[in-house]
T-cell receptor, first 111, second 116 residues
Framework: QKEVEQNSGPLSVPEGAIASLNCTYS??????FFWYRQYSGKSPELIMFIYSNGDKEDGRFTAQLNKASQYVSLLIRDSQPSDSATYLC???????????FGTGTSLTVIP | EAQVTQNPRYLITVTGKKLTVTCSQN?????MSWYRQDPGLGLRQIYY???????DKGDVPEGYKVSRKEKRNFPLILESPSPNQTSLYFC???????????????FGPGTRLTVL
């Protein structure tokens, strides 16, 4: 069983819609959770992190964490064509430096 | 400018020829990592380091070596590269935060390695 699982997509949404990205993880000891965006041919860049149950909002982005269900999601409101990228979910098992990434979900925002 | 640099950015080599990919960060970060990214498999951690002279195996360490003799540098060594090590490699660094906090990683630009 993979540590972190994501639906690979592709996910297509029209411009202005809400994009919903999901991630599940297997290790209940996981401490913190990250969403990275990766444009084709580029390195990942952090867009959100969360470590407490509930919602965390930052601009158009909302991360949701449910530790009981071992589930993390990312909502992108008012999606823009520039949001078209692959979104990677990552889990940090402890406060150290061991990470597991999902395989990523490809998002296309259609103008 | 705060950054993580990797060299070379592109490398084509042959099976068995030892190579080193360098990684350097100028942010005084304690933590550094190496990842490989392959289609359908995502980013997988090869090795990580939590300080000078402290390194640990990640998810896929076989065939790789690392060293951390200085805080800013974390080279990845392939003693005898094989075609299955053809991949996109990323170095990342982050700083240690306190309990209950998080570990934000900053990634280098990537090194595309082809082993023939």
């Amino acid at each position: 069983q993979k540590e972190v699982e994501q639906n690979s997509g592709p996910l297509s949404v029209p411009e202005g819609a809400i994009a919903s990205l999901n991630c599940t993880y297997s290790d209940r000891g996981s401490q913190s959770f990250f969403w990275y965006r990766q444009y084709s041919g580029k390195s990942p860049e952090l867009i959100m992190f969360i470590y407490s149950n509930g919602d965390k909002e930052d601009g158009r982005f909302t991360a949701q964490l449910n530790k009981a269900s071992q589930y993390v999601s990312l909502l992108i409101r008012d999606s823009q064509p520039s949001d078209s990228a692959t979104y990677l979910c990552a889990v940090n098992l402890n406060i150290g430096n061991q990470f597991y990434f999902g395989t990523g979900t490809s998002l296309t925002v259609i103008p | 400018e705060a950054q993580v640099t990797q060299n070379p950015r592109y490398l084509i080599t042959v099976t068995g020829k030892k190579l080193t990919v360098t990684c350097s960060q100028n942010m005084n970060h304690e933590y550094m990592s190496w990842y490989r990214q392959d289609p359908g498999l995502g980013l997988r951690q090869i090795y990580y380091s939590m300080n000078v002279e402290v390194t640990d195996k990640g998810d896929v360490p076989e065939g790789y070596k690392v060293s951390r003799k200085e805080k800013r540098n974390f080279p990845l060594i392939l003693e005898s590269p094989s075609p299955n090590q053809t991949s996109l490699y990323f170095c990342a660094s982050s700083f240690r935060r306190g309990l209950g906090s998080y570990n934000e990683q900053f990634f280098g630009p990537g090194t595309r390695l082809t082993v023939l």
